[in-house]
Nanobody, 123 residues
Framework: DVQLVESGGGSVQSGGSLKLSCTGS????????LGWYRRVPGDNCELIAT???????DYRQSVRGRFTISRENAKNELNLQMNSLRPEDTAVYYC??????????????????WGQGTQVTVS
């Protein structure tokens, strides 16, 4: 069974916006870190945004100032607002949860919780 479920992906023009959402059971949302990865060449995922309990948010340099990560605890929901999208943002995006999310990881690895991925295409 899928541990987390993403939605909101799609195709947009350069400079446009999309909001991704991630939902799941209470277990992954009790983890100390929640975040969003995107797939990169080489069959790997890079961590682009994190929300750490008691420590706020952090972003990869390439998306800083353009993307915003947030959560709604009452709904077990994690969101990623993406603005000023660029063609290089095109990728499959995954939400994830764990005790400590690695900056680089194999997409949907056995460690932690992962969604199935949602495609974002910017042209």
């Amino acid at each position: 069974d899928v541990q987390l479920v993403e939605s909101g992906g799609g195709s947009v023009q350069s400079g446009g916006s999309l909001k991704l959402s991630c939902t799941g059971s209470s277990v992954p949302f009790r983890q100390s870190q929640l975040g969003w990865y995107r797939r990169v060449p080489g069959d790997n995922c890079e961590l682009i945004a994190t929300l750490t309990s008691g420590a706020g948010t952090d972003y990869r340099q390439s998306v800083r100032g353009r993307f915003t990560i947030s959560r709604e605890n009452a709904k077990n929901e994690l969101n990623l607002q993406m603005n000023s999208l660029r063609p290089e943002d095109t990728a499959v995006y995954y939400c994830a949860a764990g005790g400590l999310l690695a900056p680089r990881a194999y997409c949907r690895s056995a460690r932690g919780y992962w969604g199935q991925g949602t495609q974002v295409t910017v042209s």
